[in-house]
């Protein structure tokens, strides 16, 4: 299972689960909100840490940065489009 299917599904979960959305969202407080999150997705049963997070965030940002405007650094669109975390944050709030 890919990152993003994971985060879908626990995005999906915490949707319906309003005492998941709320532990999820508390996150945003933690000292490391996303290690704090990955913990929570390890007690949910997902094999998820936090450089999973990192580094699909910057592999998807870096291929939609490769086919926007040839490739070239124009792209103010595509700002902060890497922080998976961040976004699925957004999408839970």
């Keep these: 299972m890919t990152t993003a299917e994971i985060l879908d599904e626990i ?4 949707k ?3 005492a998941l959305k709320a532990r999820i969202l508390e996150m945003r407080k933690a000292d490391a909100p996303l290690a704090g999150f990955c913990g929570i997705a390890r007690g949910l049963g997902y094999d998820l840490y936090p450089m999973d997070v990192i580094g ?8 939609m940065k490769r ?3 040839g490739g070239g650094e ?4 595509l700002e902060g489009s890497d922080d998976l975390f961040e976004m699925f944050l957004a999408m839970l709030d």
């Design 74 to 77: 124009n792209s103010p669109m």
């Design 16 to 18: 319906r689960d309003p």
């Design 11 to 14: 995005l999906e979960k915490a």
């Design 56 to 63: 699909d965030g910057e592999a998807a940002y870096a291929a």
């Design 67 to 69: 086919s926007t405007n």
